[in-house]
């Protein structure tokens, strides 16, 4: 029998699902400039919320007419900033999930380029700017790099991933950097490779994963940016 259309080829019922979601947008978000883990805000707007609601309808259809093969969401993670806990509240209040936050997922630390454009960050910063957006080991001044949100956030995906049930998907809602991290990481990706990821307002990247004999999460099949919904 042929899998259904958007099914999973990856076999075994011990796999553990995790499902990344990334927040909706924010007046930051629209200016392009840089929003990092250093500061709560900011929230999201009314555009914003349109799009957590859409996320929130996709994760519900998970195991349904969405991905008819993987478990339906059963835990809720998020990092603790507004706009991931805006999402995550409405993913919790379609699926009656509970949102646990966790620092480990939180956005880079943009240090001083904290709600400054791109353009603005070259233009003070040209070759450190350059050195960050391309090395993956370069820090920002005052703040992280990919290496280090990549660091930081496996450990927390290595727990999420420890307590999921294969009978069930566990939902983290995060950032851009942070789930550019974690699918890299997942991959076996240099740090530096890891910026290429295009990672939508509320879209959905499926990470499915065994669990070798040290606890180690060993990938076995990613879907990534799988259901963009800001259509």
């Known amino acids: 029998m042929s899998r259904p259309s958007g099914a999973s080829p990856a076999a075994g019922a011990d796999l553990r699902t995790v499902v990344l979601v990334r927040h909706g947008v924010t007046e930051l978000t629209e200016a392009r400039a840089y929003s990092g883990g250093?500061?709560?805000?900011?929230?999201?707007?009314?555009?914003?919320?349109t799009q957590a609601a859409r996320a929130a309808d996709a994760v519900f259809r998970i195991g349904k007419d969405l991905w008819p093969d993987l478990p339906r969401a059963g835990a809720l993670v998020?990092?603790?900033?507004?706009?991931?806990?805006?999402?995550?509240?409405?993913?919790?209040?379609?699926?009656?999930?509970?949102?646990?936050?966790?620092?480990?997922?939180?956005?880079?630390?943009?240090?001083?380029?904290?709600?400054?454009?791109?353009?603005?960050?070259?233009?003070?910063?040209?070759?450190?700017?350059?050195?960050?957006?391309?090395?993956?080991?370069?820090?920002?001044?005052?703040?992280?790099?990919?290496?280090?949100?990549g660091e930081r956030a496996w450990t927390g995906l290595r727990d999420v991933v420890a307590a999921t049930d294969p009978a069930s998907t566990t939902v983290v809602v995060a950032h851009t950097v942070t789930i550019r991290a974690l699918a890299g990481r997942a991959l076996g990706a240099p740090a530096s490779s890891w910026r290429l990821l295009r990672v939508p307002p509320c879209s959905l990247t499926v990470l499915r994963f065994g669990l070798g004999a040290d606890g180690e999460p060993a990938l076995a099949e990613i879907t990534a940016a799988g259901f963009p919904t800001d259509g």
Request: charged share 25%.
């Open 78 to 149: 998020a990092s603790p900033l507004v706009r991931t806990l805006e999402t995550a509240a409405a993913v919790g209040r379609r699926t009656g999930q509970h949102v646990r936050p966790d620092d480990r997922f939180a956005e880079c630390v943009f240090g001083d380029w904290e709600g400054l454009t791109p353009d603005a960050i070259s233009a003070g910063w040209p070759e450190l700017f350059a050195a960050w957006s391309t090395t993956g080991t370069d820090r920002a001044p005052g703040g992280e790099s990919y290496a280090d949100v």
């Open 38 to 49: 250093g500061v709560p805000g900011p929230s999201l707007t009314s555009r914003g919320r």
